[in-house]
T-cell receptor
């Protein structure tokens, strides 16, 4: 499967713990995006990278959230001191830099904070 | 920033009936609009985009600037069309998409 890959697919953690999600984009894609989706809502933009540079962050991305893409390939999204409100599906997507090209989503990582 | 409204959370139709999933947007420029679909247990994927003016799986979507709408239509719904549908305009430089809250389409046999 050469699509966007995310892991872990599911994570249950206790409030206050740190969690990290990994995303491997489609190999030739130089844009990588993180979205968050809660029940009954569409995906909400969190941040995006162009190669290794993080070019935009949403206000949804509090200081407990940090995303990296150190070599312009895979990316990690870390949430520190998790709260119950962080429970959501975290979606990664990638695309090439070419005008109106589409973005391709991974299957997502479910986070449940208990 | 673009905003999109999908007024229906759930739309149920019988197989063979026409279906229209509504999307209204607010945008100050010339919009580019996309429809994404998520079938059960599958990832979110592109269904169609305004600029291509194509029909995918029998679905079409017409941009109506006067009504600021981009409704998704299909003349004869099939059971396999049952899914979540999201209207999604991109930001001007395609660095992100703004997703609506989605409409769940349920096609009954």
């Amino acid at each position: 499967d050469t699509g966007v890959s995310q892991n872990p697919r599911h994570k249950i953690t206790k409030r206050g713990q740190n969690v990290t999600f990994r995303c491997d984009p489609i190999s030739e894609h130089n844009r990588l995006y993180w979205y968050r989706q809660t029940l009954g809502q569409g995906p909400e933009f969190l941040t995006y990278f162009q190669n290794e540079a993080q070019l935009e962050k949403s206000r949804l991305l509090s200081d407990r959230f940090s995303a990296e893409r150190p070599k312009g390939s895979f990316s990690t999204l870390e949430i520190q001191r998790t709260e119950q409100g962080d429970s959501a599906m975290y979606l990664c997507a990638s695309s090439i830099i070419q005008g109106s090209d589409t973005i391709y989503f991974g299957e997502g990582s479910w986070l449940t904070v208990v | 920033a673009q905003r999109v409204t999908q007024p229906e959370k759930l739309l149920s139709v019988f197989k063979g009936a026409p279906v229209e999933l509504k999307c209204n947007y607010s945008y100050s420029g010339s919009p580019e609009l996309f429809w994404y679909v998520q079938y059960s247990r599958q990832r979110l994927q592109l269904l169609l985009r305004h600029i291509s003016r194509e029909s995918i799986k029998g679905f079409t979507a017409d941009l109506n600037k006067g009504e600021t709408s981009f409704h998704l239509k299909k003349p004869f719904a099939q059971e396999e069309d049952s899914a979540m549908y999201y209207c999604a305009p991109p930001a001007y430089n395609f660095n992100k998409f703004y997703f609506g809250s989605g409409t769940k389409l349920n096609v009954k046999p």
